[in-house]
Structure formats: C-alpha cells, structure tokens
C-alpha cells in the first residue's frame, strides 16, 4: 500500500517511527565512533537529522489532522522509547535492565492516559 493511501491516523505513525530511527542514528550513532572529531560527529549528525526532519515535521502537519500536538508528541515518545531500546541493545551493544523495562512501563502508562478519552 502506497504511503498516500495509508490512513491520516496511519501515516504519521510510520513517518515518526522512520523519522526517529534517523534521529536516534544521529544521537547516538557517533558513540561507536569516539575516536572520530566532535566537530566532524556534530556536522554528521546534522546531516542525518535533515533527514529525520523531513520525515518529523510532515508527519505532525499530516497528524494533526486526527491527533492533538500533545497526541503526537506522546506517539513520537514511544516510539523513541523502542527504536532507542532496539539500537541500545543491538548497535551498542549495551543491555537494558529489569529498572529500564519498569521506567519505560511506566512511562507507557502515563502515556495511555494522554488517549483516555480521545
């Protein structure tokens, strides 16, 4: 299916969650690299984030249509919490604990509440 014919309360989703897999390349990639220039990580990193940016902003303008700013931002925070979760774990090669699994729980839970009643 055609990205135009997802559905408006769709396609947000799966453009924040494209967007944030660049914006979590460009925040955290540079840590396998230490022994790269911070001033040459920071225009890498910028580059990617013109990415995540053209991904991010249509992906709000075309939410908001079905999804409150506040909707959208709570979207866009679960889906750094998994997309940072996945690259943690298999890019950086560093686990997350049973206190990592709780925080996010509860950060999940607070997030259904910003839906109740939506």
Same mark, same amino acid.
């Given at each position: 299916? !055609? *990205?135009?014919?997802?559905?408006?309360? $769709?396609?947000?989703?799966?453009? %924040?969650?494209?967007?944030?897999?660049?914006? #979590? @390349?460009?925040?955290?990639?540079?840590?396998?690299?230490?022994?790269?220039?911070?001033?040459?990580?920071?225009?890498?990193?910028?580059?990617?984030?013109?990415?995540?940016?053209?991904?991010?902003? !249509? *992906?709000?303008?075309?939410?908001?249509? $079905?999804?409150?700013?506040?909707? %959208?931002?709570?979207?866009?925070?679960?889906? #750094? @919490?998994?997309?940072?979760?996945?690259?943690?774990?298999?890019?950086?090669?560093?686990?997350?604990?049973?206190?990592?699994?709780?925080?996010?729980?509860?950060?999940?839970?607070?997030?259904?509440?910003?839906?109740?009643?939506?």
């Amino acid at each position: 299916m !055609p *990205a135009s014919t997802l559905p408006a309360y $769709v396609l947000p989703i799966v453009m %924040l969650s494209l967007s944030n897999v660049f914006m #979590t @390349l460009a925040w955290y990639g540079h840590l396998k690299f230490k022994a790269v220039p911070l001033a040459l990580v920071v225009l890498v990193s910028w580059g990617i984030a013109l990415f995540e940016y053209c991904l991010a902003v !249509p *992906a709000n303008r075309i939410g908001h249509s $079905v999804y409150s700013a506040a909707q %959208l931002k709570t979207i866009q925070e679960v889906i #750094t @919490l998994i997309v940072f979760s996945g690259f943690s774990v298999w890019v950086l090669k560093e686990p997350l604990g049973w206190n990592h699994a709780a925080g996010f729980a509860l950060i999940a839970a607070g997030s259904a509440l910003v839906f109740r009643g939506a």
